[in-house]
C-alpha cells in the first residue's frame, strides 16, 4: 500500500510561453494553476487530450522546458525541497538518481550516433553505480555488466547483442524498452512515463504496460503515467488527474474518478468507452472537483 505521505507535491503551477513563442500579449499559460500528489509506492495517471498540458507539466517538473517556456508560479516539492527553486547544480543531481523521465518519442530522445551499450555507459557512469573503478578496462567490464542486467530487466532478447546496436537497428517496441532502461539506469524513486505505449500495436503495449507495472512494484517506484487513453491509464493508475487546456478539471482516486464522474468532461470520455453507459451521472458540470489537490 502506498505511504500517506506523497513522494511528490504540485501546487499551483503555472507554466507560460513568452509571446514570441506564441504566448498571447501576456504569455499563454500552458500549464495553469495544476495541483496534485504523487503517492509514495503508487502510480498517478495523468490523463488529457494532445495540448492539454500534460507533457510540459512533466518537463516542468524536472525543469527541462522547451524554449520560450518557463514556470512563473507554484511549487513542486520532492525530497523536502522545491524543485523550482533549486540552482541547476543541485537539480541536476535530482534528474536520473530522483526522478527518471521515460521520453515520449524515443527516436528523438536516443542518440543516432552512440550505440545502445555507449548510452547505457553514460547513464550508469552519471548514476554513480559504477563507484570509483578507475581502470578503464575495469570500467568497460562493470558498465557491461550492469547495462547487460538493465536490458535482460527490460525483456529484451540477446542483451550482449543489443548493447552492441544503434538505435535505428531496433523495433519501435526495442527502442521504448531500451528508454525504460535508461530510466532504470539510476534508480530513481519516481518514474515519469510520457505516452510509454502511444504508437505500439495492441500486443505490444500489453508487454510495455506489464513491464513497467513489474519493474515499479520490484523496485518500489512511484510512478506518473502520462497518457491521452481512457483505457489504458485504467489499467495502470492508483490516483488520476485530468488535464483539458492547461487546467486540472478532475482529480482523485481512480476507481472513483471511473465509476463516479464529477466533471462533464470525464463523463463525455467514458461515454466513448463500451461498459461505462451504465456508471452514475457525473455530478457536477463545471469547476476543478472536490477531489482535486488544493
Given at each position: ?73 507554484g ?15 543541485e ?74 546496436l ?24 519516481l ?44 489499467e ?53 472537483a ?5
Amino acid at each position: 500500500m502506498p505511504d500517506a505521505e506523497p513522494i511528490l507535491r504540485v501546487r499551483h503551477l503555472v507554466t507560460r510561453f513568452e509571446p514570441e513563442f506564441g504566448g498571447g500579449p501576456a504569455g499563454r499559460a500552458a500549464v495553469d494553476d495544476v495541483s496534485f500528489d504523487v503517492p509514495r509506492g503508487g502510480i498517478l495517471g495523468l490523463l488529457g487530450e494532445s495540448g492539454s498540458g500534460k507533457s510540459l507539466t512533466a518537463l516542468s517538473i524536472l525543469r527541462l522546458l522547451p524554449p520560450g517556456a518557463h514556470s512563473v508560479a507554484g511549487s513542486i516539492e520532492f525530497d523536502g525541497k522545491n524543485l523550482l527553486e533549486l540552482p541547476e547544480s543541485e537539480l541536476r543531481k535530482v534528474r536520473g538518481r530522483g526522478i527518471a523521465m521515460i521520453f515520449q518519442e524515443p527516436a528523438l530522445a536516443l542518440s543516432s550516433v552512440h550505440t545502445v551499450g555507449e548510452q547505457l555507459a553514460i547513464a550508469l557512469h552519471a548514476s554513480g553505480r559504477l563507484g570509483r573503478v578507475r581502470w578503464l578496462q575495469t570500467l568497460r567490464s562493470a558498465a557491461h555488466t550492469l547495462s547487460c542486467e538493465l536490458l535482460t530487466r527490460v525483456e529484451l532478447p540477446d542483451a550482449k547483442k543489443m548493447l552492441e546496436l544503434y538505435p535505428h537497428q531496433l523495433s519501435a517496441g526495442m527502442r521504448r524498452r531500451v528508454m525504460i532502461a535508461l530510466g532504470l539506469a539510476c534508480r530513481p524513486s519516481l518514474l515519469i512515463a510520457d505516452e510509454p505505449t502511444t504508437g505500439l500495436d495492441a500486443p505490444i503495449q500489453a508487454q510495455v504496460l506489464d513491464l513497467l507495472l513489474r519493474l515499479v512494484r520490484e523496485d518500489g517506484m512511484s510512478m506518473i503515467f502520462i497518457t491521452h487513453d481512457l483505457c489504458v491509464v485504467a489499467e495502470v493508475a492508483t490516483e488520476l488527474v485530468l488535464l483539458s487546456a492547461g487546467k486540472v478539471v478532475e482529480a482523485g482516486p481512480a476507481r472513483r474518478v471511473l465509476d463516479q464522474p464529477q466533471h462533464a468532461y470525464t463523463a463525455s470520455l467514458l461515454d466513448s468507452i463500451p461498459g461505462h453507459r451504465d456508471r452514475p451521472a457525473p455530478i457536477a458540470s463545471e469547476g476543478r472537483a472536490p477531489g482535486a489537490a488544493p
